[in-house]
């Protein structure tokens, strides 16, 4: 008769996340993940990063062809950039290239920086890859927002109403126009629409409760032009975009349908993110062994108090670092006068914040704008 013999679980060693610039604390606990695996969780960890450590940590992250990580020292912290492989989304028309004298370089490849991320020396590696993806998906929202137009008139002129460089303070003083209502249908409005040029067709429309229809779009792609289409725009490549509102609201509907690809584009994002090859936000990932690992990788079996008073002054200086002070003029009266109304007793409070109840002037928060005012 044999006896299966249990395998001890398989340890990871601590050193190995000392590339990164991450070192286990004093006595810090293990944990035994999905019985086959004794590690010490992230969060034992404390940060002590420099320049090459984070380089190390970001060349362990994929992230889809078209864009590429760069990352930088800031007086404090560091941060992290994407740049996006691509053509420009404005073309200059061949009429005013030859005007000016210059070659029309409409198609040619070209790179653009997104904004800097703050990675902050206390950032652990698994956050800086979280930064990554949205550092990523927020590059890519912003192209593919500059790529969807609408024609607005009978001369066939088209304008993007949805890319990021709309000019709000000089929208506020034309609010009537922008919010008025459209009388249009929505079949109207699907004709008016393109992305990077093409049109937009509904292939089906399906009612889902008495105030709301689904609507199955497709992009009218000629096959000549697929295969390129599919390069530049994978996320939508043989995909239908789903968009459900209000049929009578075709103002609605073209917010909707913007949403509706930029959730698409977000989760193709998500799909081609990696963290050493690993599909760390893939949706093959199982929820539910997710859930359990999150519970395991949260309660070691014993705690010392050597390591309990190392983890309570490290959690104590990352949040303490993190506090902002109270601003002045307006913006600090409208912090203190919300801090006042909110009744924070717990936390850490600005800095140069004093709670003055007895001399705290009246206030009311606007139902509308959501604006402290006096």
Not at 36 to 42: E, G, K, L
Not at 184 to 192: A, F, G, L, N
Not at 337 to 364: F, I, R
């Amino acid at each position: 008769m044999t006896h299966s013999t249990k395998l001890a679980p398989f340890k990871i060693p601590a050193t190995e996340l000392h590339a990164f610039g991450e070192f286990s604390l004093p006595q810090a606990p293990h944990v035994t993940v999905f019985e086959r695996i004794d590690a010490i969780p992230q969060q034992f960890f404390r940060v002590q990063r420099n320049l090459t450590q984070l380089e190390n940590l970001v060349t362990q992250i994929t992230v889809p062809f078209e864009f590429m990580l760069f990352v930088g020292k800031l007086s404090v912290g560091y941060y992290l950039q994407v740049g996006i492989i691509g053509e420009e989304n404005y073309p200059t028309s061949v009429v005013s290239a030859y005007a000016s004298g210059q070659s029309d370089d409409n198609h040619q490849v070209k790179i653009v920086y997104g904004r800097r991320w703050l990675i902050e020396e206390s950032t652990p590696s698994s956050e800086v890859l979280q930064t990554a993806l949205l550092a990523v998906q927020k590059a890519r929202e912003h192209e593919l927002r500059e790529k969807l137009s609408i024609i607005f008139n009978t001369q066939e002129q088209q304008g993007t109403p949805f890319n990021s460089h709309q000019d709000a303070p000089l929208m506020r003083h034309v609010k009537r126009e922008l919010q008025s209502r459209l009388s249009e249908t929505i079949s109207d409005q699907v004709s008016r629409l393109r992305f990077d040029g093409h049109r937009f067709s509904v292939t089906r429309t399906t009612p889902v409760s008495p105030t709301q229809t689904a609507f199955e779009l497709d992009f009218d792609i000629p096959a000549h032009g697929r295969p390129e289409f599919s390069r530049r725009y994978p996320e939508f490549a043989h995909q239908t975009l789903l968009v459900v509102c209000d049929p009578l609201q075709a103002n609605q509907f073209l917010h909707r349908v913007v949403e509706a690809m930029l959730t698409q584009s977000q989760r193709y994002t998500c799909e081609n993110t990696r963290f050493s090859g690993f599909p760390r936000f893939g949706s093959q990932i199982n929820a539910v062994s997710l859930a359990r690992f999150s519970y395991q990788t949260r309660r070691p079996a014993e705690v010392s108090a050597v390591f309990h008073q190392h983890f309570k002054r490290m959690s104590q200086q990352v949040d303490g670092d993190k506090v902002p002070s109270i601003n002045a003029n307006e913006l600090g009266a409208q912090q203190r006068a919300k801090l006042a109304l909110s009744g924070v007793q717990q936390g850490h409070l600005p800095y140069d914040y004093e709670q003055e109840k007895a001399e705290a002037p009246k206030t009311k928060l606007s139902a509308q704008s959501g604006i402290l005012s006096g």
